[in-house]
C-alpha cells in the first residue's frame, strides 16, 4: 500500500524498511538501504531519511545501531553490544572496555525477537559455528545464564586459561565436551570444575 505525501524513492525507502524489519526483526542499515533500493550515495539516503523523520513517518537515535523505527509499528527493544565472542580459539575474558554494563553501541530490535528476555549482544570471531549458520562477523543475541541443557549453545568461560569461547555444550562421564558446528574443527574437552557457564544463544542477527 502506497504512504500518501511520499516521494517516489522516499516510499521505496519506507517500503523497503517495512519489509526489512518484518523479515529480519531489526532495522536495516543506511548502506542496507543503499543496495537493497539501488540509491546512489549513502548521503542521498541520509537525506531521505532526515525527511521521512521530519515528516513523522520514521524514528531514529543517532547513538544506537540499527536505530530505525516506523512510527505506529511494533514496540523495539534495546539490546547492548557488550564485545566479542570467539567462535574458533578462545579469547581472552572481555574486560571493562569492551564487555561493560553500559554499552557504546546498541541495538534496536523487536520484541519478537526478545519475548520476555534480558538479552545482550555480542559479535562472534572466527567460524567454528559456521554448520550453526553463524558466521564471522555475525551477532549472537544472549540471554545471561550459568547452567546450561546439554547441546545448548553457551559462552563459556575457562577458568585456568581466563578466556571464553561460543560451543555446543555436552556432559559426557568425566568432562565437558565444548563442541564446534564445524566439521573441520575438533571438540574440547575441559573439566567440569574447569567451566563456567555465562549465557545462552537465544538469537542471531547475520551480516549481509
Not at 522516499?10 to 548502506?31: C, L, M, S, W
Not at 548521503?43 to 543517532?62: F, K, M, T, W, Y
Not at 558466521?135 to 553457551?154: F, P, Q, S
Not at 561460543?166 to 575441559?190: H, T, W
Request: hydrophobic share 40%; proline share 5%; charged share 30%.
Amino acid at each position: 500500500m502506497r504512504k500518501p505525501g511520499l516521494s517516489e524513492t522516499r516510499q521505496r525507502i519506507f517500503k523497503f524498511i517495512r519489509n526489512f524489519i518484518e523479515d529480519r526483526g531489526y532495522a536495516p542499515t543506511v548502506r542496507d538501504i543503499l543496495k537493497g533500493c539501488d540509491i546512489s550515495s549513502t548521503a542521498v539516503v541520509q537525506h531521505h531519511l532526515n525527511i521521512l523523520e521530519r515528516e513523522g513517518h520514521i524514528h531514529r537515535d543517532p547513538e544506537v545501531f540499527r536505530s530505525i523505527q516506523l512510527i505506529g509499528r511494533k514496540t523495539t527493544v534495546r539490546v547492548p553490544v557488550l564485545g566479542y565472542i570467539a567462535a574458533g580459539e578462545p579469547i581472552p575474558v572481555p574486560g571493562s572496555d569492551t564487555w561493560q554494563k553500559e554499552a557504546a553501541e546498541a541495538l534496536e530490535l523487536t520484541e519478537e525477537l526478545t519475548p520476555g528476555k534480558q538479552v545482550y549482544a555480542l559479535r562472534v570471531k572466527g567460524l567454528s559455528m559456521v554448520d550453526a549458520l553463524i558466521d564471522d562477523g555475525d551477532i549472537v543475541l544472549m540471554k545471561a545464564a550459568e547452567t546450561a541443557d546439554n547441546g545448548d549453545m553457551v559462552a563459556v568461560w575457562l577458568k585456568d586459561k581466563q578466556e571464553v569461547t561460543l560451543k555446543r555444550l555436552f556432559r559426557e562421564k568425566d568432562s565437558i565436551r565444548l563442541q564446534p558446528s564445524n566439521a573441520s574443527m575438533k571438540p574440547l574437552y575441559v573439566d567440569p570444575q574447569n567451566v563456567e557457564v555465562q549465557g545462552k544463544v537465544v538469537g542471531v542477527i547475520r551480516k549481509l
